[in-house]
């Protein structure tokens, strides 16, 4: 069964320090990858995906992520974090696309992110 | 509306009631999931519709748990003889139900938090 995983589970921050949170995820196969946002008292929003082409990716807010096939890994970074950061972030992985239209996610336990100003 | 809508926000019931869950899903988007998150968890797959047909329905717990969308845009999560265990926030998302390209690019709703007394 695929599975995702966050190494992570609370990770605390100063202002303008880098960031990186790690992803792993099992399976074999092509996968789409993404990192979902929830701010605190907001619904998950999409930060950025990976489906295809150049394994480093740009998402919104200076995030990015690079997909590593050989390493099974997706980590989320951002040089220098703001206070405003501060929120849950997951992994998440569609292994389906190829077989069935849309398919469905499958998300990691979630990172919490603590910016202190 | 330009979103996921869900209703109620909020569910307080007690054990052993029949309650009833709401999503409208984004306008034209043929693929539709729930999702359940409890604290500190990512989302857990529930069912996954494309169009009125259920594509996945291997996330639902047990068979008090069950949903449908009729006409292939409205759906509606029941959970029959509740359990304290049900307790959680059930999620909804709405994808355009592609294949490929954008395949599981999820936008979600706010939620409903249903409290299981």
């Known amino acids: 069964a695929q599975s995702v995983s966050q190494h992570n589970h609370h990770v605390i921050l100063s202002e303008a320090a880098s960031l990186e949170l790690g992803c792993n995820y099992s399976y074999g196969g092509t996968v789409n990858l993404f990192w979902y946002v929830q701010y605190p008292g907001q619904h998950l929003q999409l930060l950025l995906k990976?489906?295809?082409?150049?394994?480093l990716v740009k998402g919104i807010k200076g995030f990015e992520a690079e997909f590593i096939k050989s390493k099974f890994s997706f980590n989320l970074r951002k040089p220098s974090v703001q206070w405003s950061d501060t929120a849950e972030y997951f992994c998440a992985v569609n292994a389906d696309m190829i077989y069935n239209q849309g398919g469905k996610l499958i998300f990691g336990q979630g990172t919490e992110l603590s910016v202190k100003p | 509306g330009a979103g996921v809508s869900q209703t109620p926000s909020n569910k307080v019931t007690e054990k052993g009631k029949y309650v009833e869950l709401r999503c409208d899903p984004i306008?034209?988007?043929?693929?539709l999931y729930w999702y359940r998150q409890s604290l500190g968890q990512g989302p857990e797959f529930l069912i996954y519709?494309?169009?009125?047909?259920?594509?996945?329905d291997s996330g639902l717990p047990n068979d008090r748990f069950f949903a449908v969308r009729p006409e292939g845009s409205v759906s509606t999560l029941k959970i029959q003889r509740t359990e304290r265990g049900d307790s959680a926030v059930y999620l909804c998302?709405?994808?355009?139900?592609?294949?490929?390209?954008?395949?599981?690019?999820?936008?979600f709703g706010e939620g409903s938090r249903l409290t299981v007394l």
């Open positions: 306008s034209g988007h043929t693929a």
């Open positions: 998302a709405s994808s355009s139900g592609l294949a490929g390209y954008g395949a599981g690019e999820l936008f």
């Open positions: 990976y489906f295809s082409g150049d394994p």
């Open positions: 519709f494309q169009g009125t047909g259920a594509a996945d």
